[in-house]
């Protein structure tokens, strides 16, 4: 088993915090999700849309990520970018195998609203998402596949990944 400080990120987690009576199951639980990810392949697959500010900094998260796992690939989907998004993807050279489509939708940038035109796109472009990951030439290759929005100011939590992997659920 690793020890605490071989998986603690720069997340604010103390923004999500663990009640005290909790703390000790998540650690473990974590910890245990990190030997899982150690044993298995994962696919992890983002969605994006002009994110050039965040992307380069969420890409190197998700390099880190896909690090924890015996072998990883990515699968990102971008649509309708007016920045620079686009073309830091296909620039991007990750260790593990990349898919980048990027695409003309047409989708109206809606921001962070809730609207039922915006849950709409956002299925649709999650389903475009889900059928690049499908139709690649995966086979039974992955254990897992992680879906990422890849344009988030914060990032992720590698903590809550890995104690999601610990639990026997698709999560």
Not at 101 to 119: N, P
């Given at each position: 088993m690793r020890s605490l400080k071989w998986w603690t990120s720069q997340f604010p987690e103390?923004?999500?915090?663990?009640?005290?009576?909790?703390?000790?199951?998540?650690?473990?639980?974590?910890?245990?999700?990190?030997?899982?990810?150690?044993?298995?392949?994962?696919i992890i697959a983002g969605l994006v849309r002009d994110a050039e500010k965040t992307l380069p900094y969420n890409l190197s998260r998700i390099e880190r990520l896909?690090?924890?796992?015996?072998?990883?690939?990515?699968?990102?989907?971008?649509?309708?970018?007016?920045?620079?998004?686009?073309?830091?993807?296909?620039?991007?050279?990750?260790?593990?195998?990349?898919?980048?489509?990027?695409?003309?939708?047409?989708?109206?940038?809606?921001?962070?609203?809730?609207?039922?035109?915006?849950?709409?796109?956002?299925?649709k472009a999650r389903t475009r998402l889900q059928t690049m990951v499908s139709e690649a030439d995966y086979g039974n290759w992955s254990n897992y596949v992680i879906l990422l929005d890849l344009d988030l100011d914060g990032g992720f939590s590698y903590e809550g990944i890995m104690n999601s992997l610990s639990y026997d659920f698709d999560a």
């Open positions: 103390s923004l999500y915090p663990v009640s005290p009576e909790n703390q000790r199951d998540y650690i473990e639980r974590t910890l245990i999700g990190f030997d899982i990810a150690s044993n298995s392949s994962v896909g690090a924890f796992f015996l072998d990883c690939q990515f699968c990102v989907f971008e649509n309708d970018s007016v920045d620079s998004t686009a073309d830091i993807l296909f620039n991007w050279n990750p260790d593990g195998e990349k898919r980048v489509l990027s695409q003309k939708l047409g989708f109206l940038k809606h921001g962070s609203v809730r609207t039922e035109q915006r849950v709409s796109d956002m299925a």
